[in-house]
Nanobody, 123 residues
Framework: QVQLVESGGGLVQAGGSLRLSCTASGRTFSSYAMGWLRQAPGKEREFVGAIQWSGGSTYYADSVKGRFTISRNNAKNTVYLQMNSLKPEDTAVYYC????????????????WGQGTQVTVSS
């Protein structure tokens, strides 16, 4: 079992930056690929990006490519989402997720989910 807790959300002006963190419980964190997804009010959940267990490969949605960066520190059981050049359309609840068998690309069937953290970007 893996428990995930996100932090770092908040209110930021357009063009600003935020860094989200997701800390996992359990001793097998390094065995899991980690993903970030988001859901805006009235919209379906959207894949943002993911990172393989080794940190060697990352994947991003086209909507965030070049602005967002995912990294991880396996020694701290933590994955990060650095968000730069934020836009009002980035406003959403952001979720981190974990999966042992993620192989790349857009993915929604993650095994474990955090509770989410709100990001609001004002114009």
């Amino acid at each position: 079992q893996v428990q995930l807790v996100e932090s770092g959300g908040g209110l930021v002006q357009a063009g600003g930056s935020l860094r989200l963190s997701c800390t996992a419980s359990g001793r097998t964190f390094s065995s899991y690929a980690m993903g970030w997804l988001r859901q805006a009010p009235g919209k379906e959940r959207e894949f943002v990006g993911a990172i393989q267990w080794s940190g060697g490969s990352t994947y991003y949605a086209d909507s965030v490519k070049g602005r967002f960066t995912i990294s991880r520190n396996n020694a701290k059981n933590t994955v990060y989402l650095q968000m730069n050049s934020l836009k009002p359309e980035d406003t959403a609840v952001y979720y981190c997720a974990a999966d042992r068998y993620y192989t790349g690309g857009y993915y929604y069937e993650w095994d474990y989910w955090g509770q989410g953290t709100q990001v609001t970007v004002s114009s």
